[in-house]
């Protein structure tokens, strides 16, 4: 059922070894396995391909590498029926019409074609756009773009949890409001935002909702009739699909409108020219196929998954904070701060693991995850944050064994922490003055 | 980002991790660097007839923060207190080859060694019969 070879044996390995309670010895040697590679828990960052997405993709490499808008002859029909099929899978998992899809390079360019696209093709009649604070960077820096050009933006906050006030959103909205852009689920830590609720706000005042979907698609249900929602934006190597193609959702009726970012021979309606890489395409599309039909499983599978780390790493740890929200949120996205122990030192101790930090010192920029400073995460909790990211391919083992190596190394880290020892002793660090530097 | 075998070193085997009394008059401490920056050093020598006797460090922070603490409580020791004073953070990021955006690192490590040294004198002030 879950594809991908050599992780298709460990799955049934570990559904086995779940069933057979005596098997010790198996268990030890399936950890012992896990000690001499890196075990992938950053599935927000990326995804492997499945490997029946790939199996769907290869054809097109090769004998049916026809151009999908040649219309003269069999090899173009060929490609042209595989990227319509594709688009039709795209469609089905966010209930559009297949005619709604227009193929990107990915979510990065589906957001810059929403924003910049609908902004400039209504730049005339209306010159406001709400988003939101903790927004992937490329929907904010689309929108300093066009706040360059013009545009007014509103940066809505979020609260504590994560997710934006709906009243806050309704207060925002004016008579020159454009398009409201609010992201499906976040990146860094996985909360859902109230997508209907948001819909409605936008339809009943006229305003276009558009929703960065890239964490959410196949992970949650999405229904754009439903959810009022006008533009989507779908990326393909989330979803166990290839890198380099995404989607973005454009609605039909009420017609949505904008200018192309892309110029050149016409392709998607105008909407975005260049000749489509129909294997790209047929792999998003086989990578939604199998996401709308098996999400309701695997969300429940990962949902174990993630209960059990999290059991496991408070049983064992004092001081673990969860930033987010543990209900409103995907079960595959767990980001915890452990208090007293940098991010960055302890990712270096659990090399085994393959996982991300909102610690400043992880990325160039030295300032640190603006996600978590938005939900009122302190400086110096966001600098003790960990993103767990569990996917199709994470297994029991791998799981227990994240919990072991986590949590020896956050108690190797606290013993040599000056924050630990001295909130040991009762000392409140608030009341230290500390030099920054 | 890649780190050098002797940060790893140094991270993997930590030398000389622990805390001394800090009210005793023959341990200076020095606490520097801020949680909100990632960063905390906390050194302490044992001085005894002005010669740096031992050293213990503990230290929230990166790899690279961790490195450079436990390089210096090695470097300090058997120096005279004004000797410690003269080791450089460019030495230690030579000697641990740390990158530009580590440099950060090895200056609290320098500054570490002076509030220490700042302490302890201040204590002998304090405390002349000493």
Redesign the interface.
């Known amino acids: 059922m879950y594809g991908a070879g050599f992780t298709e044996d460990k799955r049934i390995k570990s559904l086995m070894l779940r069933d057979r309670k005596g098997s010790k010895m198996d268990r030890l040697l399936e950890t012992a396995q896990l000690e001499e590679r890196v075990v992938y828990l950053d599935y927000q960052s990326t995804t492997p391909c499945d490997a029946r997405v790939v199996e769907a993709m290869l054809p097109y490499f090769t004998e049916k590498f026809g151009n999908p808008h040649s219309r003269n002859h069999e090899f173009g029909w060929q490609a042209e029926e595989a990227v319509e099929k594709a688009r039709a899978q795209v469609a089905s998992i966010i209930g559009a019409h297949p005619k709604e899809i227009i193929f990107t390079s990915g979510a990065t360019e589906g957001n810059n074609l929403a924003l910049k696209g609908v902004g400039h093709f209504y730049k005339d009649q209306k010159n406001h756009i709400i988003t939101c604070v903790t927004e992937h960077k490329c929907v904010l820096d689309s929108c300093r773009h066009l706040e360059q050009e013009g545009f007014d933006v509103t940066y809505l906050p979020v609260q504590k949890n994560g997710i934006i006030d709906l009243e806050v959103l309704e207060a925002a909205i004016t008579d020159k409001t454009l398009i409201v852009s609010i992201m499906a689920v976040n990146n860094e830590i996985g909360v859902i935002q109230p997508l209907t609720q948001i819909g409605n706000l936008c339809r009943k005042y006229g305003v276009f909702f558009h929703t960065d979907a890239a964490q959410a698609v196949g992970k949650i249900p999405l229904d754009v009739e439903a959810m009022n929602i006008d533009l989507l934006s779908i990326s393909g190597h989330k979803i166990y699909g290839p890198k380099g193609i995404g989607a973005l959702y454009v609605r039909r009726k009420p017609r949505v409108r904008l200018s192309a970012l892309i110029n050149g021979g016409g392709q998607e309606r105008g909407m975005r020219s260049g000749t489509l890489p129909t294997p790209l395409c047929v792999g998003l599309g086989e990578a939604c196929a199998i996401a709308e039909k098996e999400m309701e499983a695997e969300s429940a599978y990962i949902t174990n998954l993630r209960n059990r780390f999290y059991q496991g790493i408070i049983k064992n740890l004092e001081h673990v904070y969860i930033n987010g929200d543990l209900i409103q949120s995907v079960p595959g996205n767990l980001n915890l701060s452990f208090a007293?122990?940098?991010?960055?030192?302890l990712m270096?101790?659990i090399k085994n693991l393959a996982v991300s930090s909102g610690?400043?010192?992880t990325s160039?920029s030295?300032e640190?995850s603006y996600v978590l400073r938005a939900l009122g995460v302190?400086?110096?909790m966001a600098?003790t944050s960990l993103r767990i990211g569990i996917g199709r391919f994470t297994t029991l083992e791998e799981i227990d064994f994240a919990v072991a190596q986590i949590t020896r190394e956050v108690q190797r880290l606290r013993?040599?922490?000056?924050?630990?020892?001295m909130v040991q002793e009762g000392i409140d660090?608030k009341t230290?003055k500390?030099?920054?530097? | 980002m890649a780190y050098s075998k002797k940060v790893i070193d140094h991270y993997e085997n930590p030398r000389n991790v622990g805390s001394y009394d800090k009210n005793a008059v023959d341990i200076g401490t020095g606490l520097v660097g801020a949680p909100a920056c990632g960063d905390v050093m906390k050194l302490q020598i044992k001085v005894k007839d002005g010669i740096i006797e031992d050293a213990k460090f503990k230290t929230f922070g990166c790899g690279s923060a961790i490195a450079s603490s436990s390089v210096i409580t090695e470097w300090v020791k058997g120096k005279t207190i004004d000797e410690a004073l003269t080791i450089k953070n460019i030495e230690i990021a030579e000697h641990l080859a740390l990158p530009p955006v580590k440099i950060h690192c090895s200056v609290l490590a320098e500054d570490a060694i002076r509030a220490a040294v700042n302490d302890y004198k201040s204590k002998q002030t304090n405390n002349p019969q000493h």
């Not at chain 1, 007293?340 to 030192?345: A, T």
């Not at chain 1, 500390?434 to 530097?437: G, K, L, N, P, Y």
């Open positions: 007293y122990v940098e991010g960055e030192g270096m101790g610690s400043a010192c160039a030295l640190g302190e400086v110096e600098h013993e040599m922490s000056p924050l630990w020892e660090l230290i500390w030099a920054e530097h």
